[in-house]
């Protein structure tokens, strides 16, 4: 019997440390990065580029990063020129759109990106009083919500032939972030978001020369950690160019890995691992490989742990959702949707449903949202037993980045715009 919706995002918030209400979305993919908007209810199902839209304000630059909304704030970050010498978080205020600062950050020196991915395409993260921001080689930066500078870091060099896209999360006192791709040095750090300090960084070995790996072929990771709670310990997990690795939450060290990300076409990682603290399952880049693992164990769970994998599977950049027992995934290439069971890797359904998918899926008031590259959005239900369409909805503006979800709205960025969809609150 098919389990409630509900049910299944109870069971997920418990696994990850307890259910968020609805109100901000302070991190990509949401409070605890996993895509669920817990709480929500009122979230708009159908609307246009003029139905249904509460405000839409313009944007200076084309950008792939998501926005965050916090304390009555929509935050994102973006390029404020042409070439990537000009990195930037915008402010604008919820109600109406209207610009509330702008912090600029200088780039020196040359950093190479791909036509796709625009320089300064991470997105945000918030405690609620701070709000950090991933530049790469233009470091890492925190403010207050008025925008006053806190404190900088410069965490190194960051180069890769593809740009980065990875972002900060935000769990109590920490920030955890992936500092990858890059040539000469990749690691996970903890940092205290209060001073900057360091409190932990764990280096992860290149094998290659950051682009391509020793055979030749592209290498690199674009995903943003998973903060996951296993057995009453927090553990950083981060899908990596060639395996999967947690870390301890409080210390840094590792506590398990995984192999099995490297694919025919290269050790690619660009969606984020799913994981209700039981089982995590991931998926590599450019048709890359898809596994699980059982949770639970220490050091190498290659052998013993992990539960299944396969070799080739749509192009996945966008993150899926994890449900109970199931997964929903909305590829790249083809633009297909699909529901997989978690512990076994099978496909239940697959449907050709919209375009190209950059998007991360959200769940939000009971329903599924998928946003492809063109700016349309497919609502679906959770149903693991078939594809079940609610509303297709088309902005008419492309868009790689994520919705928010907030207090029963949608915030969008497209290349061109930032826009509300939704009720007054």
């Not at 764990?202 to 682009?211: F, K, L, Q, R, S």
């Not at 981060?238 to 840094?252: C, I």
Request: charged share 20%; proline share 6%; net charge neutral.
């Amino acid at each position: 019997m098919r389990r409630s919706v509900a049910g299944l995002t109870c069971v997920l918030g418990l696994a990850i440390g307890g259910a968020a209400a609805g109100g901000d979305w302070n991190q990509f993919r949401g409070p605890f990065g996993n895509g669920v908007a817990e709480g929500e209810r009122g979230v708009p199902v159908e609307w246009s580029a003029e139905r249904n839209v509460r405000w839409k304000v313009d944007l200076p630059r084309q950008g792939n990063g998501s926005p965050i909304v916090v304390a009555g704030r929509v935050l994102i970050a973006g390029p404020d020129d042409a070439d990537g010498k000009q990195r930037a978080l915008y402010c604008f205020d919820r109600k109406d759109g209207a610009k509330v600062w702008t912090r600029v950050v200088p780039r020196e020196g040359e950093s190479p990106t791909h036509a796709t991915n625009p320089h300064a395409s991470s997105t945000p993260a918030s405690d609620g009083q701070r709000v950090v921001v991933w530049h790469d080689s233009a470091g890492l930066h925190c403010y207050d919500l008025d925008g006053k500078p806190l404190w900088s870091r410069d965490l190194g060099e960051f180069q890769h032939m593809w740009g980065h896209g990875n972002s900060p999360i935000v769990r109590g006192d920490r920030v955890y972030l992936y500092t990858g791709p890059g040539k000469k040095r990749t690691f996970i750090t903890a940092i205290d978001i209060a001073t900057g300090q360091t409190i932990w960084a764990t280096d992860e070995p290149i094998d290659g020369d950051g682009d391509r790996n020793p055979d030749g072929k592209y290498m690199g990771s674009w995903t943003t950690p998973l903060l996951v709670n296993v057995g009453g310990k927090d553990q950083v997990v981060v899908a990596l160019p060639t395996r999967v690795v947690a870390y301890d939450a409080s210390s840094g060290e590792i506590a398990w890995w995984c192999d099995g990300t490297r694919g025919p076409k290269g050790d690619l990682a660009y969606s984020c691992p799913l994981s209700d603290g039981r089982v995590l399952v991931t998926t590599g880049g450019f048709n890359g490989p898809s596994f699980a693992v059982e949770l639970g164990g220490s050091g190498d769970l290659t052998s013993s742990s992990r539960l299944w994998r396969k070799e080739q599977n749509p192009q996945s950049i966008g993150s899926g959702v994890l449900l109970g027992d199931v997964y929903f995934m909305a590829n790249a290439g083809p633009g297909t949707v699909q529901c997989l069971e978690a512990r076994t890797g099978k496909e239940l359904w697959s449907e050709k449903a919209g375009g190209e998918h950059w998007a991360s899926i959200v769940l939000a008031d009971g329903r599924l949202y998928a946003t492809d590259k063109e700016g349309t959005t497919l609502v679906f239900a959770p149903n693991r037993d078939k594809f079940e369409k609610i509303a297709s909805n088309a902005l008419g503006d492309p868009t790689n980045a994520t919705p928010a979800v907030s207090d029963g709205q949608l915030f969008f960025r497209t290349f061109k715009h930032l826009v509300c969809v939704g009720g007054s609150k």
